[in-house]
């Protein structure tokens, strides 16, 4: 496509020249007409083609109060007015040569004379050289044809410096329309502009007489390229070729319900470049050589959507019967043949790489980490196409473990889902360990059978809850008791240093035990056995003892859950101890949850070593 481009726009410029040449030996004389003046001819003309060359349109603000704009917010944006009355224009109109002076009322002021405004024009529009015109709340039923370009222009813009291009705001186009101000090195041409922004433009696939298709916009050497704030409908393509300008603009656009491709090409020698907040339709094609680090590109309006126009150009060129750029190859094209064609394939890498080189440039980490995700996705449809045609272990493999990638690090541009999913793992192999007994619960399965029998003891005796408690503690007491008695018996014998010392250890060893008893004393409520109690204490007294009992059995059930995480944990990270805590099928799984931590902690390690590097 570029090629292609670079091919016959020389020859049409060439052409335009030669037709041009001759009228333009000599000096031009121009006709002075008001705007009033001018669109009232057209509007009387009954020819069905308006054609006029060779003129300059002045504003006269004592006729031309119609194409007066006095509610532009901006030296380059027009305001829309409500109501405003419309007039029509019924020929096609032709105009070569014909230039239309803005004036401005001071420049501070933002008050900008000479816009035609509210007209509808019936038939095409074919502007030759017209070096300055702004359209504002237009309609072009037929669309525009601007080509700005020649030997003409050229002399107009040495007898008037300041002559502008071609800016349209807030108009309709139902037709195909083209841009095309061209300029080359050399022409010190620094004011030429082209504004197209706030417009709609409602696209058809008929055919354009050679640029493709509905909108074809092409600056080369101009100062602003700007296309903003526009909205497209419809079925058909734009095209958007931009060289050696002094600023390029392709931002906010909608293009989202459009039945086609944008195709922005040819992004070279420009200072100033903004391609942001697209919403592209179905596919872009995109060519480029090199950017700078100045430019503005935003991913997210290419991502899942990019075409290298390039190579989709050599690709469709192959077909005799079948044109290039036309779209029934788009959708095959980007579903298959960018991943079999191993050329095309190359050629698609190359420029996200150009994208990622850009991003990296400009330490725009989070779009550098989009591209990559991206050509690793194309590389993974890559390696699935190439097992499919050569299944084998290593095809098999490489496919896997980029499948792996994506799912659980997004191919190392995501540390934390690497840790999101070891924690789903944890949990789960903890579920498993929840219902098998192991070394580390030495109460396990019988827990909460034991504080059953320490509830039925407790109302089946003439004691407080805290005397159960201390009688189920006893073996622990009577071996901290024991202990006393020994270092007691011993204290003539030995230094009064291990009595200085052992009393406080005795006293720690019991504080759990009998802070414990001291507030279970506090709130036992029951005083003597069940079968005592009096018939109307019991409802409330049973309420209190159930809600005690369920708060005792959801402690148990924590610190059997707490248990069987700490146990997951441990065999997820691999640290083992020397032994496998558990027993049975378990034991087995926690050789594989093993392996599994050990693989998805080194992705997780290599995964923040490559971020923190980056």
């Not at 850009?358 to 980490?365: C, E, P, R, V």
Request: glycine share 6%; net charge negative; proline share 3%.
């Amino acid at each position: 496509m570029v090629s292609f481009f670079r091919k016959i726009l020389p020859c049409f410029l060439l052409v335009l020249g030669l037709s041009s040449g001759p009228a333009f030996a000599q000096d031009i004389e121009y006709e002075e007409f008001s705007y009033s003046e001018f669109f009232q001819m057209m509007e009387d003309s009954k020819d069905s083609v308006f054609t006029y060359e060779n003129a300059i349109i002045s504003f006269n603000p004592e006729t031309d109060s119609a194409f007066i704009n006095d509610l532009n917010d901006g030296l380059f944006t027009y305001s829309i007015q409500k109501n405003a009355p419309q007039r029509t224009i019924k020929p096609e109109i032709r105009l070569t040569n014909v230039h239309f002076f803005e004036q401005m009322e001071g420049f501070s002021d933002l008050i900008s004379n000479g816009v035609i405004q509210h007209y509808v024009f019936e038939k095409k529009v074919s502007l030759r050289h017209c070096g300055e015109i702004t359209f504002n709340q237009c309609t072009f039923k037929a669309g525009i044809d601007a080509v700005a370009n020649g030997p003409g222009l050229q002399h107009a813009i040495k007898a008037y410096p300041d002559l502008d291009g071609i800016k349209i705001y807030n108009s309709t186009f139902y037709d195909a329309s083209r841009f095309f101000p061209s300029f080359f090195p050399g022409d010190n041409i620094t004011t030429l502009i082209i504004v197209l922004r706030n417009n709609i433009f409602y696209l058809n696939d008929k055919e354009d007489e050679s640029f493709g298709r509905n909108v074809f916009i092409y600056g080369r050497g101009t100062f602003n390229n700007v296309f903003e704030d526009n909205q497209l409908y419809g079925k058909g393509r734009i095209f958007f070729v931009s060289e050696n300008n002094q600023l390029t603009s392709f931002t906010n656009n909608q293009l989202d319900s459009v039945i086609a491709e944008v195709i922005i090409t040819d992004l070279i020698g420009i200072n100033q470049l903004t391609i942001t907040k697209n919403a592209f339709g179905p596919y872009v094609q995109l060519a480029i050589d090199e950017l700078s680090a100045k430019y503005k590109i935003g991913w997210d309006q290419f991502a899942g959507k990019l075409i290298s126009n390039q190579d989709f150009g050599e690709y469709g060129s192959r077909f005799e019967n079948i044109p290039f750029n036309d779209e029934n190859l788009l959708a095959p094209y980007y579903d298959s043949i960018r991943v079999v064609d191993q050329e095309v394939y190359r050629g698609e890498n190359a420029i996200r790489g150009i994208l990622y080189n850009h991003y990296t440039a400009t330490f725009d980490h989070e779009n550098k980490n989009a591209v990559y995700v991206e050509i690793k996705n194309l590389e993974t449809e890559r390696l699935k196409y190439l097992y499919d045609t050569n299944p084998n272990f290593d095809n098999f493999f490489t496919l896997q473990i980029n499948r792996f990638l994506k799912v659980f690090s997004l191919y190392g541009t995501r540390p934390a889902r690497a840790i999101i999913f070891s924690v789903y793992v944890i949990l789960a192999f903890a579920l498993i360990y929840l219902f098998f007994p192991n070394s580390w619960d030495k109460h396990g399965k019988n827990r909460i059978m034991n504080r059953y029998r320490f509830f039925t003891k407790y109302m089946n005796q003439d004691a407080g809850m805290h005397d159960v408690y201390l009688e189920e503690q006893q073996k622990e007491l009577l071996e901290a008791e024991d202990f006393k008695v020994y270092m007691q018996n011993a204290e003539k014998y030995i230094p009064r240093f291990f009595i200085a010392t052992a009393m406080p250890l005795y006293k720690w060893a019991v504080s759990g035990t009998r802070l414990s008893a001291s507030l279970l004393k506090r709130v036992d409520i029951m005083k003597g056995t069940w079968q005592d109690l009096p018939t109307h204490q019991r409802f409330w007294k049973s309420v209190l003892l159930i809600g005690a009992f369920i708060i005792s059995v959801l402690y148990d059930l924590l610190i059997k859950i707490l248990n069987a995480i700490m146990l997951s944990i441990n065999t997820f990270t691999t640290l083992g101890f020397g032994e496998i805590p558990i027993k049975g099928l378990p034991r087995y799984l926690a050789i594989i949850q093993g392996f599994i931590g050990w693989f998805m902690l080194t992705i997780f390690s290599v995964s923040l070593i490559s971020q923190l590097l980056n």
